[in-house]
């Protein structure tokens, strides 16, 4: 009897140490990560308390089995599971929340750029300006917009469909805004892969002034000796049809995940994949390429500090996105792919840049025709659904409910903000949601109804 105990408890250890070894220990790097650099960037640059962020954003297995420990003096996370596979994320100024890979080995510094989004300081009411504006509600049937809320937002003490805040703007006023408890107009929230679409305003930007051309291939250094990468162009990475070898796969270990959770240099990982098809023959979507993207703008500076401050100095200030933050890997480089916060009010200035192609003001910040080279379709990527770094409506693949004239932003967990030329609108939504558990046509389409 003992022995086949003794045999049963061998049979066990066994197999808990190939299930670390497999299964467990390749993907520490990736929870804990993600555990760390989520709760540092909602504590220190959304300014959440820890007890919300972890009913709500780390509220999924195994998220909710890691141990975290703050230091709101040294203002870092560290995140461990059952006690395994420490990870840290540091709060630095101007650069944002920034993860680790053991020690800090680039060390880099910026002095917080905010001042420069503090240079503006006329008394236009939002969105062309700070001083804050009352709902315009005349021209809108406040019903049908009290449906679309409804629909939108969870009832009290139930917390399902997540959204955090919707805001409306219509004919550039803003017409309708609300937000879940916990949040607010001055809330900065994490976009996500909406980063992707001020990745999109950058590459505008550099275009008009003449730094960069879309359709000559690039000059990397990783791809000098390589005749087939070279042929991959800047127009190929924004649409996300460069060929190289990419997992966009966030349930495990993949190329993405450990780009985001477990490098020091984003860059590095994707510009380095291998090609898989011959560039321009095959859509994928790839973080990857967004992430090359922003070597490609960090390259064309002849400092590292002109590189960090050039969003905010081209893109933000101009807009007065002053609540924006982009947030760097450890290497300094910006994760263009995926970190960028601000509030939804912020975010919906970035629509409307958009709506009014390129133009903010009197000024004409995109070079003329460049919304309408984004909205292009790119040829083999499901059904047309995809541009330059902008998800599109083409053929109603999304919201068929909603013109095909519609375009928008995305990012993991429902983050959108929907531009509808025809209807003069922009939408931002934004919580915990992603798109197949929450009606986002409905959403959509009520609020056209209620505009009509």
Known sequence: MRK????????????????????????????????AKMTCTCLFVSDRKLSTIKEQDLNMSPLNLVDLEVDNTKKTVNAELFGLGKESAIYKDGLGCVLLQDDDNYKITYKNQR????????????????????????????????????????????????????VILHKDTLVAEKYAEGFSKDTP?????????????????????????????????????DTARKKITLDNLLRMNSGLFWEEDYTGVSTVTNMLFNSESAYEVAVNQPLEYEPG??????????????????????????????????LFLKLDMTSAQLETDEAGNYVLSSYCTATPRDWAKL????????KWKEEQILPDGWVDYSIKPTPYSDNLKYGAQLWLNTNKNYFPDAPEDLFFFSGFQGQHVIVIPSKDLVIVKMGLKNAQDFDMNGVIRTIIEAIN
Do not use: C
């Open 115 to 166: 001042p420069f989004l503090l240079w503006s300081n006329n008394e236009l009411p939002f969105p062309y300006g700070r001083k804050d504006t009352t709902l315009t509600t005349s021209n809108l049937d406040q019903k049908i917009i009290q449906k679309a809320m409804d629909l939108a937002f969870d009832k009290t003490g139930i917390h399902d469909k997540t959204t955090r805040a919707i």
């Open 281 to 314: 023959t095959h859509w994928e979507y790839s973080s990857g390429t967004t992430n090359i993207l922003s070597g490609v703008i960090r390259n064309l500076f002849d400092t590292h500090i002109e590189y960090l401050a050039f969003p905010y100095i081209e």
């Open 4 to 35: 086949s105990i003794y045999i049963v408890s061998g049979i066990i250890s066994v197999i808990l140490l190939l299930g670390y070894f497999f299964y467990l220990q390749p993907r520490l790097p990736i929870i804990n990560g993600y555990a």
């Open 351 to 358: 629509g409307l840049l958009y709506l009014h192609n390129g």
């Open 189 to 225: 929230i994490l976009g996500w892969s909406m980063t992707k679409s001020i990745t999109n305003a950058l590459i505008g930007i550099l275009v008009k002034q003449g730094k960069i051309n879309v359709t000559s291939p690039l000059k990397i250094p990783e791809w000098e000796h």
